[in-house]
């Protein structure tokens, strides 16, 4: 009798406990249903940055401090390097393509830009003014 | 007799002109017609390549839903420069029966030639087709992305027009479209634009 008066308490703090555990295991998708439609996301608007984002890391490909909507890259063409490229960025105004996106870095043009970095969004992105998901702890490393 | 005449007269008068309005207005008619977009696209060449990717760009949805069809960009307003565009139309009638660019492949081969004529064109008028909705003196720089703000600022100042710097703005650039700009003297370069 007096077994089950410790562990008929101790068993409903047990059950209790581990109840309590799974209510707060929540996926990022939220509480609902497999069967409901998710909570649409708030609209996000992408972020202009004069000056640029600046980066995190030596090598990091710089983040897109502009809209891109209007620029297109197909196999034939790529509107960044109405900018960006050798010949265009003086009078663009903008930062011209890093030299190590092509096969001769000191006589850089279109025409010997590598293939591999022709498709720019593959490393560059923008930013929106989104919020998290999760917090992130990523801190600058040294320059 | 004299009576006669006199009738013949005024009934030829009076048919003239209402022959003349209703011819007149026929031809005003049939003007207004051919300047909407449905006329433009119900040529295929037309309605597969340059407006299936048009639909993808600001000027057919954006925050506004202002919509700038294609006749907005690329027929005058004025009567007399609308007439003259639609004498040289009369040349797309011609290439479209020919079957100049009927296929994706050959309307790309084409493209670079036909992109030339359309930026010389807006060289040569200022741009006056995007200026009867864009007008410089009403931008809001303060609005604008600190990009654009710039380069307007001092490209107006310097009397730059749209097209020198908005190639693409509502098709595909073609291939090679630099060489061509270059080529035909239409590229904005760093002696065009004053240094900072």
């Known amino acids: 009798m007096r077994k089950i008066i410790v562990l008929g308490p101790a068993a409903a703090f047990l059950v209790g406990g581990s109840m309590l555990a799974m209510a707060e295991i929540k996926s990022l998708r939220g509480d609902r249903p497999l069967d409901a439609p998710p909570e649409p996301p708030k609209k996000a608007r992408v972020i202009s940055k004069t000056g640029g984002f600046g980066r995190q890391w030596k090598t990091q490909p710089p983040l897109i401090p502009h809209k891109i909507d209007k620029e297109r890259i197909s196999l034939d063409e790529n509107s960044c390097l109405r900018c960006h490229a050798p010949d265009t960025y003086k009078a663009e105004k903008a930062p011209m393509i890093s030299k190590t996106h092509f096969t001769d870095p000191n006589n850089p043009s279109d025409a010997n830009l590598m293939r591999g970095r022709w498709f720019c969004y593959q490393c560059h992105v923008p930013q929106v003014n989104a919020k998290p998901l999760v917090e992130n702890l990523f801190s600058k490393t040294a320059d | ?196």
């Open chain 2, 1 to 196: 007799m004299q009576g006669i005449w006199k009738k013949l007269l005024s009934t030829t008068m009076v048919v003239g002109v209402v022959l003349g309005v209703v011819l007149w207005g026929g031809f005003n008619w049939a003007m207004e017609l051919t300047n909407t977009e449905s006329f433009c696209i119900s040529c295929h060449e037309m309605k597969n390549n340059v407006y299936e990717e048009y639909t993808n760009t600001i000027h057919y949805m954006n925050r506004s839903g202002v919509r700038a069809t294609c006749p907005d960009c690329h027929v005058p307003k004025e009567w007399v420069h609308k007439v003259v565009r639609k004498i040289q139309a009369s040349k797309e009638l011609y290439h479209h029966f020919m079957g100049t660019i009927d296929t994706r492949e050959k309307f790309l081969k084409k493209r670079g030639e036909l992109a030339v004529n359309v930026w010389k064109a807006m060289k040569a008028t200022d741009s006056r087709e995007c200026r009867n909705c864009h007008g410089e003196t009403y931008m809001d720089f303060d609005k604008q992305e600190e990009r654009a703000a710039e380069r307007h600022e001092e490209a107006f100042d310097k009397g730059m027009t749209c097209i020198d710097c908005h190639k693409g703005i509502a098709h595909e650039l073609p291939k090679g479209w630099k060489e061509l700009a270059k080529k035909n003297g239409l590229m904005p370069t760093a002696e065009t634009t004053p240094a900072q």
